[in-house]
Nanobody
Framework: QVQLVESGGGLVQAGGSLRLSCAASGRTFVIDAMGWFRQAPGKEREFVAAINWYGANTYYADSVKGRFTISRDNAKNMVYLQMNNLKPEDTAVYYC????????????????WGQGTQVTVSS
């Protein structure tokens, strides 16, 4: 099993920044990729960004390209999501996810999930 714990959420004004962190523990050697998803009230969980655990491939949702950056620190088993120029529509619970078997962009491509961290952007 892989355990994931997110941190760094909070309340921020539009135009502001937040940095989310995700700590992975357990059988981290099985991880091929890490990702961030988000879910707003009444909406389905949606892809935000993903990164290879080894390598340099990254994917971003169109809605966050140019504003969000995903990165990782393999030595610390950490993944980060730097969020700049935040908008009210970015308000959601953000989930960290880990995958074995390759890098994908769908929730079903990921096998382990954190508990989520709330991000609220005020206008």
């Amino acid at each position: 099993q892989v355990q994931l714990v997110e941190s760094g959420g909070g309340l921020v004004q539009a135009g502001g920044s937040l940095r989310l962190s995700c700590a992975a523990s357990g059988r981290t050697f099985v991880i091929d990729a890490m990702g961030w998803f988000r879910q707003a009230p009444g909406k389905e969980r949606e892809f935000v960004a993903a990164i290879n655990w080894y390598g340099a491939n990254t994917y971003y949702a169109d809605s966050v390209k140019g504003r969000f950056t995903i990165s990782r620190d393999n030595a610390k088993n950490m993944v980060y999501l730097q969020m700049n120029n935040l908008k009210p529509e970015d308000t959601a619970v953000y989930y960290c996810a880990a995958a074995y078997g390759g890098l994908g962009q769908r929730p079903q491509d990921f096998h382990y999930w954190g508990q989520g961290t709330q991000v609220t952007v005020s206008s």
